[in-house]
């Protein structure tokens, strides 16, 4: 199966921006498509950015324009770039992983703190 491990949270000014990084134990190009999800308490968890295996990417309106997902697949990480940073978007992050034969792996998590 696949592990996934996020890193890059912290506290940040609104306004400012963060990279959060997520490094998969196997290639990313084996993967349909990989995604950042977040979720603040209390809230549903929701998807942010998704990247497919052939490079096609989808955000939602809340971060479209602000945030871009990309991927290293010689390194077999995965980024999410976010700038503008809102209170809004105060949230733990979460990596997630889809593969073609079901399997659906997610990371720990990484805390992201926007401060007004």
């Known amino acids: 199966q696949v592990q996934l491990v996020e890193s890059g949270g912290g506290l940040v000014q609104a306004g400012g921006s963060l990279r959060l990084s997520c490094a998969a134990s196997e290639s990313i190009f084996s993967i349909s498509a990989m995604g950042w999800y977040r979720q603040a308490p209390g809230k549903q968890r929701e998807l942010v950015a998704l990247?497919?295996?052939?490079?096609?990417?989808n955000y939602p309106d809340s971060v479209k324009g602000r945030f871009t997902i990309s991927r290293d697949n010689a390194k077999n990480m995965v980024y999410l770039q976010m700038n503008s940073l809102k209170p809004e978007d105060t949230a733990v992050y979460y990596c997630h992983a889809m593969q073609a034969g079901g399997g659906r792996y997610w990371g720990k998590g990484t805390l992201v703190t926007v401060s007004s």
């Open positions: 990247i497919t295996s052939g490079g096609s990417t």
